[in-house]
């Protein structure tokens, strides 16, 4: 195959992966967005075969690489269940940051092979990008490895932090940089491990002091690096399917990391540097002090048969009882009673972004009722039931209230201006920011203490 053959067909393979990402951005698309995804990928892989010139030896090995990957990957993705769905992305994204480290080694050891040139003697254009592909794959790495440990529980969640952070991290930078400049006179097989090591140091300390209420940004931003590394490396090989893919990974990843800041009203810079999510024990001290009413099953169906309209508000606790199912049937028995059900889903409800979207596609949800948080907070004041499933940060009202709160200014679903609201939870904990949510005390706020799924699965007996 020629190499204008090959970079016509690299382009086709681009033009389906943007496809599928155009197909991805609604969920009644996104099923087509993913058949466009995989047609690219093979398209990509089968090209790369046939252009490239593999020793026989090499081309069994290639193959049963692939086989065996694709088959782990295929296991993967009939046992995993969608709670575990968050750490298995950032689980990718480690792997890919990973990859973009290691074809950087090859071409460095190796650059005869990719026409880079000779060794100790490596084009300075062909080693600024694989430096920066190496450096942006290390830090993917390291840092998804932490997110993976943090949302594992593998690793507390809470942000971890000590005197002279940021400096520390400065300084890693400003090193980086000036090996990235360094290796360009000085092709020393050392200044190239030394930025590996620094790349994957930094990616540790660039995480760990981000906390839990975080995590949705850190999985879109780790998507993000993953791109970038993937697109460097693509420059070094001169391969344009890798160049196209990484681009489009690391522009999406950047721009939904702008919007899941957006929908906590934090600079995207802040975040970055961590900090937030630290333990705010305030109200946790005094909690005990307050009157709390519950009910059970029976007072919830009630009050929802009744009711006019109901908003449905799913958060991660729906999506660790794997609630989603008996929610939809729940919803509609409501429907057959006259009700009115929506869904409100906030931008970082879950552990990534569209968690909640997917979990509820997953139980076939129509997708005119489910709704974002700019289009239906308006409606909580007109609505007779908010049913809040396992949802906590993204309802607290201490969001608006206290400027000492760790998740002030975070723009939340306005739950507490319902008529009543009905709150699924196991106990009074605080949620993954650490804050206690003053909406448990509320007068209108009935509290449902139970599995998610199993007092769900209850009122949908009541109702019928």
């Not at 190499?3 to 087509?32: D, H, K, M, W």
């Not at 029976?298 to 989603?324: C, H, T």
């Not at 429907?335 to 889903?345: F, L, P, Q, R, T």
């Not at 650490?434 to 139970?450: K, P, S």
Request: charged fraction near 15%; proline fraction near 4%; hydrophobic fraction near 50%.
């Amino acid at each position: 195959m020629t190499p204008n053959l090959a970079a016509s067909f690299y382009l086709i393979s681009g033009v389906l992966f943007i496809l599928a990402l155009r197909g991805l951005s609604s969920p009644e698309t996104s099923r087509q967005g993913n058949v466009f995804g995989i047609l690219g990928m093979v398209l990509a892989i089968v090209v790369t075969f046939l252009f490239v010139d593999i020793l026989s030896s090499s081309f069994i090995f290639t193959i049963c690489a692939l086989v065996i990957g694709g088959s782990i990957g295929t296991i993967i993705a009939l046992r995993i269940s969608m709670t575990a769905m968050p750490q298995l992305v950032a689980g990718f994204h480690s792997l890919v940051g990973l990859a973009a480290v290691l074809v950087a080694l090859s071409a460095f050891y190796s650059p005869e092979t990719f026409e880079l040139g000779t060794l100790n003697n490596i084009k300075k254009i062909s080693l600024i990008e694989m430096s920066i592909g190496a450096s942006i794959g290390a830090i993917t790495f390291t840092g998804s490895v932490i997110a993976f440990l943090k949302l594992q529980g593998l690793m507390s969640g809470a942000p971890i932090t000590f005197k002279g952070q940021h400096f520390i991290n400065l300084l890693i930078g400003i090193g980086i940089i000036s090996l990235i400049i360094y290796i360009t006179i000085n092709q020393s097989n050392y200044i190239f491990w030394l930025l590996i090591i620094s790349s994957f140091l930094i990616g540790i300390c660039l995480i760990i002091p981000i906390g839990g209420a975080d995590m949705p940004v850190v999985i879109s931003m780790l998507n993000s690096y993953s791109g970038w590394a993937a697109a460097g490396i693509g420059f070094t090989l001169e391969n344009t399917a890798l160049i196209i893919t990484g681009a489009l990974v690391g522009s999406s990843g950047a721009i939904l990391s702008y919007i899941m800041c957006k929908g906590m009203n934090r600079s995207f810079f802040n975040v970055i540097l961590g900090g937030f999510g630290e333990t705010y024990s305030t109200l946790q001290k005094n909690k005990d002090k307050k009157p709390v009413k519950s009910g059970n099953a029976e007072d919830a169906a009630f009050l929802m048969k009744n009711a006019s309209s109901v908003i449905i508000v799913p958060g991660y606790g729906m999506a660790v009882a794997q609630a989603q199912h008996a929610l939809r049937e729940m919803a509609d028995s409501l429907k057959k009673n006259g009700v009115k059900v929506s869904y409100a889903v906030h931008p970082v409800a879950g552990r990534m972004p569209g968690h909640m979207n997917v979990l509820l596609a997953e139980a076939n949800v129509p997708y005119d009722e489910v709704f974002e948080q700019e289009n239906i907070n308006s409606d909580f004041a007109s609505t007779d039931v908010a049913f809040v499933i396992g949802a906590n940060d993204v309802t607290n009202p201490v969001a608006k209230t206290d400027p000492q709160s760790p998740i002030y200014g975070m723009p939340i679903l306005d739950v507490e201006k319902s008529k009543s609201v009905l709150f699924v939870k196991r106990s009074l904990s605080p949620g993954y920011a650490g804050v206690d949510n003053e909406l448990f005390y509320r007068d209108n706020t009935l509290m449902l203490f139970a599995d998610a799924k199993k007092m769900t699965e209850e009122i949908v007996k009541n109702l019928n």
